[in-house]
């Protein structure tokens, strides 16, 4: 069962208002239509995530377009997993993330990014992060 959550469709959403702004007359683009319809009800029913299959085809190729445009790897080239860390103290992926991230989904791996992100526990998120990214390393979307 793969889900998007609620914030990858907000996230996708600013993308294409960014992208293709609203024309005369405040139209919505056919990909902030396609995501806005699945924002809405999912609102409206209360629900933070929504299974995959059931965005609709445009939905879909909108969100996917969305995420070609993010990181693909929470990896920041200090690999514990190689050490026989369960859990890798850089990115915070498990081993078996590690090792399967090319076989993931986008929607696999954005959970990843999610459930990662909000541990915020790995190096990625802490100072090493900041001195990584002054020094060109990593950009400030990750």
Request: charged share 25%; hydrophobic share 40%.
């Given at each position: 069962?793969?889900?998007?959550?609620?914030?990858?469709?907000?996230?996708?959403?600013?993308?294409?208002?960014?992208?293709?702004?609203?024309?005369?007359g405040?139209?919505?683009?056919?990909?902030?239509?396609?995501?806005?319809?699945?924002?809405?009800?999912?609102?409206?029913?209360?629900?933070?995530?929504?299974?995959?299959?059931?965005?609709?085809?445009?939905a879909?190729?909108?969100?996917?377009?969305?995420?070609?445009?993010?990181?693909?790897?929470?990896?920041?080239?200090?690999?514990?997993?190689?050490?026989?860390?369960?859990?890798?103290?850089?990115?915070g992926?498990?081993?078996?993330?590690?090792?399967?991230?090319?076989?993931?989904?986008?929607?696999?791996?954005?959970?990843?990014?999610?459930?990662?992100?909000?541990?915020?526990?790995?190096?990625?998120?802490?100072?090493?992060?900041?001195?990584?990214?002054?020094a060109?390393?990593?950009?400030?979307s990750?």
């Amino acid at each position: 069962m793969e889900s998007i959550h609620l914030t990858d469709l907000e996230a996708a959403i600013n993308h294409w208002r960014q992208r293709a702004p609203s024309g005369p007359g405040a139209s919505l683009s056919p990909q902030v239509a396609a995501l806005a319809e699945v924002y809405a009800r999912m609102v409206y029913q209360r629900q933070d995530a929504v299974e995959a299959r059931e965005l609709g085809d445009a939905a879909m190729r909108a969100w996917l377009d969305w995420w070609e445009t993010t990181p693909d790897t929470p990896c920041i080239a200090i690999c514990s997993t190689s050490q026989g860390d369960e859990v890798c103290t850089g990115c915070g992926r498990s081993f078996d993330e590690v090792q399967h991230w090319l076989a993931y989904t986008p929607v696999q791996k954005r959970a990843v990014w999610r459930r990662i992100t909000a541990q915020g526990t790995a190096w990625r998120f802490n100072r090493y992060a900041e001195r990584a990214r002054s020094a060109g390393g990593i950009t400030s979307s990750e």
